[in-house]
């Protein structure tokens, strides 16, 4: 009985991995409280690169890159993420034509936006310019005015600036009279 005990063999275990949580701020959605996100198709446990633009910064000029973005402060001047996210903040205030993948709207945005998979406006959320989309999401409390383009085409939103200049400068002169067109020499 007592002889009779094999030697018992240690087994090892692995150590655990730390755990780490990420408390919401007050005025930010608790779904963007994680400083990454994981990139669609890719796999598990990797990280999608974010960049964050905090509520006490004023940013005049183009805005261009190849990551997410959130804006909780205000920015003047056109925005091209390409394929990426860019999540407009509860006190963000964006003046600018932003091309995007996707586009969230918490705050205010004046100016148009396109984006190729879809673009949601919030609750507390405000619009004022041109939607081009192929899905939309409108919350009920959200304001919007301008006009809604649903385009199913699921071409490539790129981070071509001058395009975007380009095509912007061209629809503001077809909407202005031609009082206010400048001369051509």
């Known amino acids: 009985m007592w002889g009779d005990k094999q030697p018992q063999t240690a087994t090892p275990v692995a150590p655990a991995k730390p755990v780490t949580t990420v408390a919401p701020t007050a005025g930010r959605p608790e779904s963007s409280a994680s400083p990454s996100i994981p990139a669609a198709g890719a796999p598990l446990g990797t990280p999608r690169t974010s960049a964050w633009l905090g509520s006490n910064l004023k940013v005049k000029g183009d805005i261009s890159g190849d990551e997410d973005l959130r804006v909780d402060g205000k920015v003047e001047g056109p925005i091209s993420i390409g ?3 860019l999540t407009v903040g509860p006190t963000a205030d964006i003046k600018a034509e932003v091309i995007a993948r996707e ?3 918490y705050g205010r945005v004046h100016g148009d936006l396109r984006a190729r998979d879809r673009i949601e406006i919030k609750k507390d959320g ?3 310019g041109d939607l081009t989309t192929a899905r939309l ?3 009920d409390g959200a304001l919007f005015k301008g006009r809604i383009e649903i ?3 699921n071409s490539q939103v790129g981070t071509d600036l001058e395009g975007l200049l380009t095509r912007t400068l061209t629809q503001d002169s077809k909407k202005k009279p031609a009082s206010e067109k400048p001369e051509t020499l």
Request: aromatic content about 0%; overall charge neutral; glycine content about 6%.
């Open 137 to 139: 999401l409108i919350e």
């Open 83 to 85: 394929g990426h996210r």
């Open 151 to 153: 385009d199913r085409s």
């Open 103 to 105: 586009i969230i709207v």
């Open 126 to 128: 405000s619009v004022t």
